[in-house]
């Protein structure tokens, strides 16, 4: 799940307290080099790709080639959802505030800061030949969308590449473990000594596209052994904002070369990230191992361009960072900052001096090959080679296969530390022995293999809870260096309650937990409440009224519970705010406000759930189940007329099975639709309703699934009409 950074230019010279030199130009911004089409439809006309529309206006792409088949995803992807596409390409080139203005400059900074370009040049030409061959496929097709498209292209974005491509993994994969979370400890001084705390909007800089949102995700595998019928079963869902640049694209690929892969993909990826081929699958979760050390720097009190390692004075490697930044029409300013760097690497001036930032990823440039790899891995073997790569820094697996195989890897670059020291503190800047320089083997990280078990799951808890006890890994076999968590959630209480203590699981239960709504006595939620019922209410009626619908709740937020409400608004912000290490409020200021907004809108303290939690998609609007840290998970922003709006949590989701002779099948369901940013399109909440009510429609993986079901069957370029305006 990938930070766009958000800020103003006053926050970011607040933010980083340095002095920044402006230069404010009147007149029209450069213009950049025009592309010539012919060339892109020169090259457009060497990749030879089928897209299938089904019912729902999923693609289903085929071709020769990979690279054919790439080429296809990256025209339908755009035919659906250009714009995200493109503004991830443009800030992943650190040009977003030249579009965006100034609220977009910290992301410009941090793209030089992490040395994301550095990597992706000085690599790029190292990756293996076939995953380039993909990296350029993919952008080839959404350039020729977009040659066929221009009043949808910004100037400058022409021509996207490959590079465009390896560079956006190459920015996301550390903010999915938390980077961010470090990176404003040490500028609100919870890191490194006193500071100011930062504002809202400050903080958004470091968070993701829906800044508000928890991370969060669910993955189940169950064995044949463990299944009443002798099925395999994988539940793919992770939790996504709804729209954005993390925002999960359904796609079927079928390759002549073997890449056949059904499941999800973020705007500016060929790749499927989760779900399954023909014989395995997989879901992804977000872990988040200790994988950032910071480290306070002694300067020379002579000169400020030098730090103190191992009794000597170094230069930092120093370079200026040009952030161009639109006004409004043809205005525009530059703002330039000094990027340093030390041994240690990127460095940040703060209020409370110089720190260096080592983090799990820096100048990693492999993350494409491995996802590639996984996609096209046909046993356990192989996809625990295809692991073996580490390449990405974080992001659990939770596996199934065909042949009842099922896993778990608590995946990550753990860097090799020295022992005896506090990592998750502050270090010593000044000794080189500090600075770790290898990451942990594969073969030592957490991981299950088969457990006697043959059940596994993981609810962005700590591993050493991921199936029942007596299967569950020892703590103490890891150091306590590697920095892995021991937390828990909602969600994995409750797996370990439902799936964890089923010893034969049907296809009906196993939908049934995934659609759990049911808080456990053991959460945060079930404390929360005993502490705000036990308060002397005195003469405040509204408040006794309120601890006795509390008290009467079953802690289930089914649409018509008369609980739910009063108690989610009372608790999501006292347990949002730990999650995401802000001031906590104490939760009788915020049931205070539950029952301040629940009589203003409602007139009452008691509304059904489904009343208040609403799904709304264009002229879509309905009422849908489920909360916070729920197994049915759904994170909701406030309006102004009292009701919930769902804005994340459950999205592309799936439940895959393998049956007894290894064939695969899957029910799958989305949030709103294929057309993302398409309103006037059929696709752009068809499948809110299904959503809603907790229906999955059959995946089409198939030639012969697909049959009957094509609406569409086209080359790019050749649909007929036109793709939906984008909104």
Do not use: C
């Not at 040659?147 to 996207?160: A, Q, Y």
Request: charged share 25%.
């Amino acid at each position: 799940m990938l930070r766009y950074l958000k800020v103003g230019l006053a926050a970011l010279a607040g933010l980083v307290a340095l002095t920044l030199a402006v230069i404010l130009v009147r007149g029209a911004m450069d213009a950049p080099a025009a592309v010539d089409p012919a060339l892109i439809l020169a090259k457009a006309a060497s990749y030879d790709a089928e897209i299938k529309r089904d019912e729902y206006g999923i693609p289903h792409i085929s071709g020769p080639r990979d690279a054919d088949v790439a080429f296809g995803l990256g025209f339908a992807h755009s035919e659906d959802d250009f714009s995200t596409i493109q503004n991830v390409a443009i800030a992943t080139r650190g040009k977003l505030a030249a579009y965006q203005g100034k609220k977009a400059a910290i992301t410009d900074y941090l793209v030089r800061l992490m040395g994301v370009w550095d990597a992706v040049n000085a690599n790029y030409d190292k990756l293996p030949a076939d995953v380039r061959k993909v990296l350029e496929g993919y952008a080839e097709g959404v350039n020729f969308y977009a040659v066929k498209h221009p009043d949808e292209v910004e100037p400058g974005f022409l021509p996207f590449t490959g590079k465009d491509v390896a560079a956006g993994f190459v920015f996301k994969t550390p903010f999915f473990y938390g980077l961010d979370k470090t990176l404003i400890g040490v500028f609100e001084g919870r890191i490194g000594g006193k500071s100011k705390e930062l504002s809202k909007q400050e903080k958004d800089a470091f968070l993701p596209g829906a800044a508000t949102l928890p991370i969060g995700s669910n993955g189940v595998a169950v064995a044949p052994s463990r299944s009443d019928d002798g099925v395999t079963r994988l539940l793919v869902n992770s939790h996504q904002p709804y729209a954005g640049p993390v925002a999960w694209y359904e796609a079927e690929l079928d390759s002549g070369e073997g890449w056949h892969v059904s499941g999800g993909f973020f705007p500016g990826s060929p790749f499927m990230l989760h779900g399954h081929n023909e014989n395995l699958g997989w879901a992804n979760t977000v872990n988040e191992p200790d994988l950032v050390d910071i480290y306070r720097l002694t300067i020379n009190p002579d000169n400020e361009n030098q730090y103190l390692l191992d009794g000597k004075w170094r230069d930092f490697k120093k370079e200026t960072a040009e952030i161009k930044v639109n006004l409004w029409g043809p205005f525009w300013w530059t703002v330039e900052r000094d990027v340093l760097r030390s041994e240690h690497g990127p460095v940040l001036k703060t209020p409370n001096g110089y720190f260096a930032v080592r983090f799990a990823g820096m100048g990693e440039y492999r993350q494409v090959e491995q996802y590639y790899r996984l996609d096209k891995a046909k046993t356990l073997d192989q996809f625990l080679d295809a692991l073996r790569l580490q390449a990405l820094p974080s992001i659990n697996y939770v596996y199934a296969d065909r042949d009842g195989n099922i896993a778990y890897i608590y995946n990550g670059q753990f860097p090799e530390r020295k022992p005896g020291f506090d990592w998750k503190g502050v270090l010593p800047g000044d000794r080189s022995d500090l600075i770790w320089h290898s990451y942990v083997p594969f073969d030592k990280i957490p991981k299950y293999i088969n457990p006697e078990s043959g059940v596994l799951f993981n609810a962005n808890n700590t591993p050493f809870r991921a199936t029942t006890p007596s299967s569950d890994l020892d703590p103490s076999a890891f150091p306590d260096w590697m920095g892995i968590q021991t937390d828990m959630t909602n969600r994995a209480y409750r797996m370990e309650e439902t799936f964890g203590s089923d010893p034969q699981i049907t296809r009906e239960e196993f939908r049934a937990y995934k659609f759990d709504v049911t808080y456990s006595e053991k959460s945060e939620m079930a404390k929360l409440l005993k502490q705000v019922v036990s308060v002397d209410p005195g003469d405040d009626s509204d408040l006794a009224e309120a601890q006795d619908i509390l008290r009467r709740w079953d802690m289930r937020a089914t649409k018509d519970s008369r609980g739910a409400a009063l108690a989610i608004l009372m608790a999501e912000p006292v347990v949002h705010a730990r999650i995401v290490k802000e001031p906590v409020p104490d939760p009788m200021d915020t049931l205070h406000d539950a029952i301040k907004r629940l009589k203003e809108h409602f007139g009452r303290l008691d509304p059904q759930w489904g009343e208040v939690n609403r799904i709304i998609r264009g002229d879509v609007d309905l009422p849908v189940a489920g909360g916070p840290d729920l197994l049915r998970a759904i994170y909701a922003k406030k309006l102004d007329d009292g009701r919930l709006k769902a804005v994340g949590g459950d999205t592309l989701f799936m439940f895959v099975e393998w049956d007894k002779d290894g064939k695969v099948s899957s029910r799958n369901v989305s949030q709103f639709g294929s057309a993302m940013t398409r309103p006037s399109s059929p696709h752009y909440a068809d499948q809110t309703p299904l959503y809603a009510s907790e229906e999955m429609r059959p995946e089409l993986f198939t030639d012969a699934e697909l049959e009957g079901h094509v609406q569409e069957a086209y080359r790019p370029g050749e649909r007929n009409g036109k793709a939906a305006p984008a909104d």
